[in-house]
């Protein structure tokens, strides 16, 4: 993932750019199946490798397929923002529990009152199903209100773009 994080960097066609970001995306689904996170994977699959790829491409149709290189200042200062963002989100991280150390707080608190209580509270027998169902449902609505809200702002901004190249071309 992190070759395939440097080629987008360094790429400027952009139909190339696209679609290794969503080999990137489904790469990473399958890294979320592989520490049982199917829901999760679920989701960057449709979102990340679908949806977003088929957005993507829509709007290459309408812009060029390479990019405009300008190189100035703002390129130094952007690739430092990138890195002092990669670093406070790296430091964010290293109080974390490991991966799967049953001393984690998750599974001291969270994971024992899912497993006794959930079956009385939501009435199914299924642990995953209820987590799924009912106390991530809240969760789930809120992603779907983010990437509707997502598509509807992409779709605004190309709408706009071409009601002022059409209004533009009336005025000759």
Same mark, same amino acid.
């Given at each position: =993932? $992190?070759?395939?994080?440097?080629?987008?960097? #360094?790429?400027?066609?952009?139909? $190339?750019?696209? =679609?290794?970001?969503?080999?990137?995306?489904?790469?990473? $689904?399958?890294?979320?199946?592989? =520490?049982d996170a199917v829901d999760v994977a679920f989701t960057e699959a449709a979102v990340g490798a679908g949806i977003s790829t088929v957005l993507m491409v829509g709007t290459l149709a309408l812009t060029t397929h390479v990019e405009k290189v300008t190189p100035d200042a703002s390129t130094i200062a952007s690739g430092l923002l990138v890195l002092l963002t990669g670093g406070v989100l790296i430091y964010g991280t290293l109080d974390m529990p490991r991966y799967g150390d049953p001393k984690a707080p998750v599974h001291q608190h969270v994971a024992p009152r899912y497993l006794q209580e959930s079956g009385k509270e939501v009435g199914l027998p299924n642990v995953v199903?209820?987590?799924?169902?009912?106390? #991530?449902?809240? %969760?789930?609505?809120?992603?779907?209100?983010?990437?509707?809200?997502?598509?509807?702002?992409?779709?605004?901004?190309?709408?706009?773009?071409?009601?002022?190249?059409?209004? %533009?071309? %009336? %005025?000759a």
């Open positions: =993932m $992190a070759v395939l994080g440097i080629a987008i960097a #360094r790429l400027r066609n952009l139909f $190339a750019v696209v =679609m290794l970001t969503g080999i990137f995306s489904l790469l990473g $689904a399958a890294i979320y199946v592989i =520490m199903t209820s987590v799924l169902a009912s106390y #991530r449902g809240f %969760d789930t609505l809120g992603e779907v209100f983010v990437i509707f809200t997502a598509a509807a702002g992409v779709l605004a901004i190309l709408g706009r773009s071409r009601r002022s190249r059409r209004n %533009d071309g %009336d %005025d």
